[in-house]
T-cell receptor, first 117, second 108 residues
Framework: DAGITQSPRHKVTETGTPVTLRCHQT?????MYWYRQDPGHGLRLIHY???????DKGEVSDGYSVSRSKTEDFLLTLESATSSQTSVYFC????????????????FGPGTRLTVL | GIQVEQSPPDLILQEGANSTLRCNFSDSVNNLQWFHQNPWGQLINLFYIPSGTKQNGRLSATTVATERYSLLYISSSQTTDSGVYFCAVERGSYIPTFGRGTSLIVHP
């Protein structure tokens, strides 16, 4: 299994508070992703990173920011949490392009369940 | 953006039965993966299959890229196969698009 951990695994917080979720990998993969999973929507990409300090927005990036200061860590921050951000958050990694053009096989972490009251 | 439709949305089987799950997509893709989300929420890679056929034990998958669909076959289903099966496609935009999944329940 790919070495991906997420912390915390569960968090309950109140509206308006800042929250940071951490994704840590031991695979030295270049690409890292943050998704949210909600009933009826499947998984949707929030932000992704293609290297240290290199990040870009995904489909549902409003209200979220990310940072990647080291290859192994990708942080997702909710500056001021809202109830609409209650969700399960998944981190994924991939060694995109390795050996093949367009190759992008993703591996997922265990997820973080966030509840915003 | 690219549209991904999975069918059926729900499937209930008796242990030992076979099934076929389908993933249709609206445009040509560079990447396609199948995942199994188990009842504990973990997303498990099943196949990376942008084209062709692969097999892994009781599971196999076929992607016909020119006709824009992929099939996941589960033979001799077991209760541990229960969960939600997702396909995810990418058209080279670096933004994968997931289908809404097929929820599978296998009864003993």
């Amino acid at each position: 299994d790919a070495g991906i951990t997420q912390s915390p695994r569960h968090k309950v917080t109140e509206t308006g508070t800042p929250v940071t979720l951490r994704c840590h990998q031991t695979e030295n993969h270049r690409y890292m992703y943050w998704y949210r999973q909600d009933p009826g929507h499947g998984l949707r990409l929030i932000h992704y990173s293609y290297g240290v300090k290199d990040t870009d927005k995904g489909e549902v990036s409003d209200g979220y920011s990310v940072s990647r200061s080291k290859t192994e860590d990708f942080l997702l921050t909710l500056e001021s949490a809202t109830s609409s951000q209650t969700s399960v958050y998944f981190c994924a990694i991939s060694d995109r392009g390795l050996g093949r053009v367009n190759y992008n096989e993703q591996f997922f972490g265990p997820g973080t369940r966030l509840t915003v009251l | 953006g690219i549209q991904v439709e999975q069918s059926p949305p729900d499937l209930i089987l008796q242990e030992g039965a076979n099934s076929t799950l389908r993933c249709n997509f609206s445009d040509s893709v560079n990447n396609l993966q199948w995942f199994h989300q188990n009842p504990w929420g973990q997303l498990i890679n099943l196949f990376y299959i942008p084209s062709g056929t692969k097999q892994n034990g009781r599971l196999s998958a076929t992607t016909v890229a020119t006709e824009r669909y992929s099939l996941l076959y589960i033979s001799s289903s077991q209760t541990t196969d229960s969960g939600v099966y997702f396909c995810a496609v990418e058209r080279g935009s670096y933004i994968p698009t997931f289908g809404r999944g097929t929820s599978l329940i296998v009864h003993p």
